[in-house]
């Protein structure tokens, strides 16, 4: 059997922030659907201080794709190393690392690397795999650095929180109602338009026109990934102008105590546009309260209504049966 050629890429940028910080950021891969424009949903197999695997599911030449990854955490030397564990094809392997070289207290040079192979070794599969690395690792580099450019502690700007709402029937019932998004501008009183694709099994592209509860109007576009009854994680690609990304993921379960439906969004927070979008005088502090309020009422009114469409389903079986 003829080896497998390796393919080398290194890609850097310089920036004016302090590497310990830059290293945070790449290192919780938890934050990377709502700060990586690829990324789309991070989902853990293994999470431990130093070491870690996920699959990961990702934008790769304009197509939603996942590979399982694992990585080594370094703070001390400020890297991490990754390889993937599966690979989705033409990949046949791809390993590599994320180094913050310190320049100065207050600037440093971030290197990615990749080594990867294609099936095959066929030129086609190279060039498609170099494309892509070509495309999504400057733009993961100047995620990094907008975000630490900022001057701001990460943490004001990037967060999560979580809703979790006790359903009256079946958690199953509850994930159709979420998963069929084309019926929404029927059911939810904050969508007005809708439009559902699916471009491949388990992926969804999702546009719709929805209004806060200020009465704001946003056109948001989406792509989800779906788990067929137990979750859909999404990542925005078009947001409102108070965010630089948001991502969410909705879990659906019967537990011991009935059934729930849990919404969680991560967000990155744009502070430029808090004076424009909240006032002059409007802080991070209220810009988070805004947008935990915002996001937080939507999902809530999607679960209750998820619910009720719950409800009247059972209501309708039970009237054909009597």
Not at 298 to 310: G, K, V, Y
Request: aromatic share 8%.
């Amino acid at each position: 059997m003829t080896e497998q050629r390796l393919h080398h890429t290194e890609h850097t940028l310089t920036v004016d922030a302090p590497a310990a910080e830059l290293y945070g950021l790449a290192a919780d891969v938890t934050r990377w659907p709502a700060l990586f424009g690829p990324s789309v949903h991070v989902q853990h197999q293994l999470r431990e201080e130093r070491a870690e695997r996920f699959e990961l599911w990702a934008v790769v030449n304009g197509e939603v794709g996942s590979w399982v990854s694992q990585r080594t955490l370094d703070p001390d030397r400020l890297r991490v190393t990754f390889a993937q564990v599966r690979s989705r094809a033409p990949i046949a392997s791809m390993r590599g690392e994320w180094l913050f070289r310190t320049l100065s207290p207050t600037r440093t040079e971030i290197v990615l690397r990749h080594t990867f192979s294609a099936v095959d070794d066929d030129p086609q599969s190279v060039a498609w795999i170099l494309q892509g690395l070509d495309r999504n690792s400057p733009e993961e580099l100047a995620a990094l650095a907008r975000l630490a450019l900022y001057g701001h502690p990460v943490d004001d700007l990037v967060f999560s929180f979580t809703d979790t709402v006790r359903l009256t029937g079946p958690a199953a019932d509850a994930y159709t109602f979420v998963h069929r998004a084309d019926r929404w501008a029927r059911l939810l009183p904050h969508v007005g338009r809708v439009r559902l694709a699916e471009p491949s099994p388990g992926v969804q592209e999702l546009e719709m026109d929805t209004v806060t509860s200020d009465g704001s109007a946003h056109t948001t576009r989406s792509l989800r990934v779906c788990r067929t009854g137990e979750w859909i994680a999404y990542k925005q690609l078009v947001t409102p102008r108070l965010l630089l990304g948001h991502s969410g993921l909705w879990t659906f379960a019967d537990g011991p105590g009935g059934p729930v439906v849990t919404a969680r969004h991560t967000v990155a927070l744009d502070p430029e546009a808090v004076p424009e979008v909240l006032g002059e005088h409007a802080t991070l502090a209220e810009a988070r309260e805004y947008l935990r309020d915002a996001l937080g009422r939507n999902s809530r009114t999607t679960i209750e209504h998820a619910d009720a469409f719950a409800a009247g389903r059972r209501k309708r079986a039970v009237a054909r049966t009597a």
